[in-house]
């Protein structure tokens, strides 16, 4: 499908800058796809595609739109450390109110039906998290978070539906803190969680080392499944 720039009006008068694929048909539930620390790279852009050929339309919103807009930081060398940079000098409640603005503008799409589910890897995982506990969306999907222990106290307040997927090989979220934030949620909360134990972060990340075809496989069967599910449940809370 083909991509094209939207402008979304944030709360504190910025403009986000997203970019956003139809479904082949529709109106159709709509997906906002929260970018990892790396910004708006070739990964990133390829889940918009890869959602509209579900069925979804999508919308990918540039966070650093404030700080660094339009970056894109390679996943070695000094872009690495440029990357770790810009991400620590983002204001994660400040783009959590820019999901919000997203969410709210991809449902008033003509090619949105008005449901929409958030998904977010990495960086976009906490965020996604984040949203869960403060935002209005059909469902959340996390894909391997970072920094989850720092806002444990949020997890409460996550209803559902929500999906979280955890890498067993992943430094930045080690079996004991799966263990802390999975203890963190209501139990009478509709939450799924979903382990690989051989993957490692960033494992659906095609064409890079850390590609795990076999998770990839398992994880996106899981996602589309919630997606369909929370999306045929029909509409926004």
């Known amino acids: 499908m083909t991509q094209s720039t939207v402008r979304v ?5 910025a403009e986000i800058t997203a970019l956003f694929s139809a479904a082949p048909a529709g109106p159709a539930p709509g997906i906002v796809v929260l970018h990892e620390i790396f910004g708006m790279t ?6 918009l595609p890869l959602f509209n050929a579900h069925g979804y339309a999508a919308m990918a919103p540039d966070l650093y739109h404030r700080i ?10 000094e872009d690495w450390e440029r990357a770790f940079a810009t991400r620590n000098r983002l204001d994660d409640d400040l783009a959590v109110e820019d999901i919000g603005a997203c969410i709210d503008a991809l449902a008033a799409h003509p090619r949105c039906n008005g449901t929409v589910v958030v998904v977010g890897y990495c960086l976009g995982g906490l965020l996604a998290f984040l949203s869960a506990a403060r935002l209005k969306a059909a469902g959340n999907i996390c894909f391997h978070g970072v920094r989850l222990e720092q806002h444990l106290s949020e997890a409460p307040s996550i209803p559902g539906p929500f999906q979280i ?6 430094k930045y979220a080690p ?7 999975k203890a963190a949620f209501s139990t009478d909360s509709d939450i799924e969680c979903c382990t690989y134990p051989d993957a490692d972060h960033g494992f659906s990340r095609e ?6 075809a076999a998770a990839t496989t398992q994880a996106h ?4 499944s919630f997606i369909d599910r929370v999306t045929r449940q029909g509409g926004r809370p």
Do not use: C, W
Not at 9 to 13: K, L, M
Not at 42 to 47: K, Q
């Open 175 to 181: 079996p004991e803190i799966v263990d802390r934030v």
């Open 221 to 224: 069967a899981a996602m589309f």
């Open 42 to 47: 070739d990964f990133v852009r390829s889940r």
């Open 165 to 170: 997927h955890f890498a067993g090989l992943d």
């Open 9 to 13: 009006p944030a709360g504190d008068g």
């Open 68 to 77: 660094s807009p339009g970056a894109s930081f390679d996943y070695a060398g």
């Open 207 to 212: 064409g890079q080392p850390v590609f795990d």
